[in-house]
């Protein structure tokens, strides 16, 4: 194999008896400086001392002298130990600590194994000042005569030291990063891409073509690969333009981010195609400066890439934006988004919204069937999802405003309201969730991979539509209660285990009805009747179901009206005890669960 150019010049430089200079090697943050370094020279030579974190020139004479010298870190470790101790003679004090290392300091300082090559890293991390730093290597190349080699990010190196390194430094070599060969060496880490030989080619393209040279990045870039490729479907991986749009498009963004270039925020707001592209810098050029500053980085990434590298027709940026800010791959969303692509689109049915949010890929005689399809859906009230139902409301804005559907904001609103309304009226609409969920409310901001189609125009008519979908959907979750009631009895009759999860939950999660007052919905006689009719060797459990239940502190003010209920039940174990005499009424007096009603 050819040698680089580092490897040729240490290669003579190592060959030099008594070199007296020291050579720098430069390169981008990342960019394999001390892998590089490090193979090249033997590894019997090498004495190895990051600057990083050293705070003064004894800590490096210190450390060069340990790493030199492993079998006698003794002296390193006395030093460390001493630099505190004192004694008092005659009522003097002594450093004693100060005096050791007076006599340590020295022998370490002038114990040194010229046969070793001295690898200084991290040089622009050094929080040494320069001058002292300096010091240090010159007392190692001159007085000593050793080989010296010093590794900087020379971008972040003080400017004082570039001034003053000729005097010490007689030949500085700036590397390029080896990225065929450290890529051979992450593929290798990531068995999964090896069985996907196109991936490895699009990754590697994408990378040069963005033109990062940190080694550590693209580490990370085929770490991320690795984990999309295992959340892609056969029939996705066997397309093969399909997966060079979503690698190509994918790493340019992964690489961007990583490099600072474009944030979390900013990925989830890129133009999807080319006219929003056009669109967006024809706004640019026309906005304030604020507004200009603000999207200075989307028109940077704009500007470096072609149209046809940046265009996202596979995962959308909402999704990607998450991604890359949360490190989550969620596996049914990045399918369905790449189901929805133009590359799949046709292979799977899809909800007409679906087709309708996707217009600019598909044929406008497919978008206008799917307006159709949308409004026969809710002629029948097929549409009962929340999440379908949210897309189709505002895209129906969406086509008014664009003069598809001649219908006037008013009138969809209208429209909107009233099925919403026969949904509730048909026991359709989705109730509120039973369990509370503080992220249950983005179920109206976006779903199933994408944002709703809500613009200035019509906010308005969507915030108060969610408003009375809200409102409608408590109405749903009482409507169903009577239902609720009867699944409870069942659980009551047929399985107490589950009674008793439905009411209290597992401790690993709350119970379906933990939070809602439902057994103020079941005839109180009615209950009792039920309770007593199981076997008596389960009466008990029962009882101790419902003072769990209401003894506890966070669901006192939740099931205040059932406790009310609670006392309706005592009364009908009273009667019911009074039907009875001896041990048989003592029984049903021991139900009563008295604790659960201290604090009505």
């Known amino acids: 194999m050819k040698k680089t150019n ?58 060069v002298f340990s790493k030199m010298y492993p079998g006698k870190n003794y002296a390193k470790k006395i030093l460390d130990m001493t630099k505190e101790v004192s004694s008092e003679v005659g009522g003097v004090t002594f450093g004693a600590g100060s005096i050791i290392s007076n006599m340590l300091g020295p022998l370490i300082k002038q114990t040194v194994n010229k046969e070793k090559v001295l690898i200084f890293d991290d040089l622009e991390r050094c929080t040494i000042p320069n001058n002292d730093i300096l010091g240090v290597i010159n007392q190692y190349v001159e007085h000593h005569q050793c080989k010296v080699i010093i590794l900087a990010h020379d971008i972040k190196t003080h400017h004082e030291f570039i001034k003053t390194k000729e005097k010490i430094v007689g030949h500085t070599i700036k590397i390029e990063p080896q990225i065929d060969e450290a890529a051979v060496s992450f593929f290798k880490e990531n068995q999964n891409l090896n069985n996907y030989s196109h991936a490895k080619s699009l990754i590697l393209e994408s990378f040069k073509k963005s033109n990062c040279h940190s080694l550590r990045i693209l580490k990370c870039v085929i770490s991320d690969c690795s984990r999309l490729l295992k959340c892609l479907e056969p029939a996705h991986i066997k397309n093969t333009l399909a997966m060079q749009a979503l690698f190509n498009y994918f790493c340019i963004l992964n690489i961007e981010f990583r490099l600072g270039n474009l944030n979390a925020n900013e990925i989830r707001i ?136 001649n219908m006037s904001f008013d009138e969809i609103y209208s429209f909107q309201c009233n099925y919403i309304d026969g949904l509730l009226e048909k026991g359709l609409l989705q109730p509120e969730p039973l369990v509370y969920n503080p992220f249950a409310d983005s179920i109206y901001t976006r779903a199933n991979s994408y ?71 079941i005839a109180p006689e009615e209950f009792v009747i039920h309770w007593l009719t199981l076997p008596v060797e389960n009466w008990d459990r029962i009882s101790s179901i419902l003072l769990s239940r209401h003894s506890n502190v966070s669901t006192h003010q939740m099931l205040y009206s059932e406790k009310l209920w609670l006392c309706e039940v005592n009364l009908y174990l009273l009667f019911e005890a009074k039907m009875n005499r001896g041990i048989d009424r003592a029984r049903i007096e021991r139900l009563f669960p008295y604790r659960a009603l201290s604090e009505i």
């Not at 070199?19 to 030579?45: C, D, M, R, Y």
């Not at 028109?299 to 995962?315: A, C, G, Q, T, V």
């Not at 409004?375 to 405003?401: A, P, Q, W």
């Not at 408003?467 to 209660?481: A, E, G, T, V």
Request: aromatic letters at 12%; charged letters at 25%.
């Open 6 to 63: 580092l490897e040729s010049y240490l290669s003579y430089y190592l060959s030099l008896n008594a070199p007296g200079f020291a050579v720098l090697v430069t390169g981008e943050w990342g960019s394999g400086k001390t892998h590089q370094v490090l193979k090249a020279i033997p590894a019997n030579l090498q004495c190895h001392v990051s600057l990083f974190g050293i705070n003064n020139s004894q800590e490096v004479y210190s450390t």
């Open 451 to 521: 944002s709703y189609w809500i613009k200035d125009t019509y906010q308005k008519y969507i915030s108060d539509l969610i408003s009375y979908l809200k409102k409608s959907r408590k109405l749903s979750q009482i409507n169903k209660r009577p239902e609720y009631a009867k699944e409870i009895l069942c659980a009551l009759d047929q399985d107490i285990e589950h009674f008793k999860f439905l009411l209290l939950g597992d401790g690993k999660q709350s119970g379906k009805y933990s939070t809602i007052d439902i057994l103020s919905q």
């Open 270 to 405: 890129l133009p999807k195609n080319q006219l929003e592209y056009i669109a967006f810098k024809s706004k640019s050029e026309k906005a304030s400066e604020d507004e200009k500053k603000k999207n200075e980085n989307i028109l940077k990434f704009i500007d470096k890439y072609s149209m046809e590298e940046i265009r996202n027709p596979s995962l959308n940026n909402e999704l990607l934006g998450y991604i890359f800010d949360s490190g989550r791959y969620p596996v049914r969303e990045i399918t369905n988004s790449i189901n929805i692509s133009k590359y799949f689109f046709q292979r799977i049915k899809h909800p007409a919204w679906v087709k309708i949010i996707n217009f600019d890929n598909l044929e406008s005689e497919i978008v206008r069937l799917a307006i159709e399809e949308m409004f026969d859906d809710f002629r029948n009230f097929k549409v009962t999802d929340i999440e379908g139902m949210m897309h189709c409301f505002c895209l129906t804005y969406m086509l008014s405003e664009i003069q598809e559907i």
